[in-house]
């Protein structure tokens, strides 16, 4: 009598079969910090708006943002009846959304702090430049016999503390080329400022320009010489247009 195939045991891998793996403890702690690194970096970069507050708010520049952003996402959002009822739940949505991201956010900050995951303004603080430049705004107002300083961006001025950051890349652009209509709407931005503050003396032309200043070097500074020698350069002239004096 033949003897009978022995039949395959069910624990001995068949073919084609793939061994399962076991990990090891050092695998699995590797792989929870793994994850754990990957989660708080994620949600330490989602994006969020500026932080604002209701001084912020109320600066003439953020009030006419606002409004134009809105003005033209209202459309967009019919199931609000009127742009304020929008622009007040948009921005209570915003302020609840930042509360809670800040919160959660303060979980992961010492971690990141620790491994040095986070943003740090080291990057920024190298040598500072040779030649910075300062920009400065005019106004020549109907019965002016000259030109008067509106805007003074010199580090430290109440202009410059008054001003928000955006206003400072806009500045910076602004010697780029192609920037010519930027010139003419920013200087109509400056125009519309001294006539709220001036209504009766209203703006007939904008003069903004740069003071190129040069950095004294740290031997220079320690002997107590601090001159920056301002020099005026890229110089911008803007009329009033007949159809917008007042």
Known sequence: MAEAEA???????????????TFTRKEKLLT???TWHLVAVIFYVLPYPPYFDEENLNRPESKEELHL????LKPFAPWWDTQEEMQTKVLRAVRVYMDGYFQIR??????????????TWNLFAGTPPKYPHVFMV?????????????QNMNWGTP??????????????????????????WYAAYWARRWNQL???????????????????SAAQVQAGDNDRHPTRVLEWYWHVPPEQAR
Request: aromatic residues 16%.
């Open 159 to 184: 202009d410059y503390e008054a001003t928000h950051f955006r206003h400072f890349e806009v500045m910076g652009n602004l010697v780029a080329p192609g920037w010519h209509h930027h010139r003419q």
């Open 32 to 34: 929870v910090f793994v």
């Open 69 to 72: 952003l809105f003005s033209s």
């Open 138 to 150: 005019d106004i020549y107002y109907r019965g002016a016999k000259d030109w008067v300083p509106f």
């Open 106 to 119: 303060k979980v992961f900050e010492p971690y990141l702090e620790a491994t040095g995951s986070t943003q």
């Open 198 to 216: 001036h209504p009766s003396q209203p703006a007939v032309s904008v003069r903004f320009y740069y003071l190129r200043l040069t950095t004294p």
């Open 7 to 21: 039949v395959p045991s069910s624990k001995q891998p068949q073919r084609g079969q793939r061994k399962k793996r």
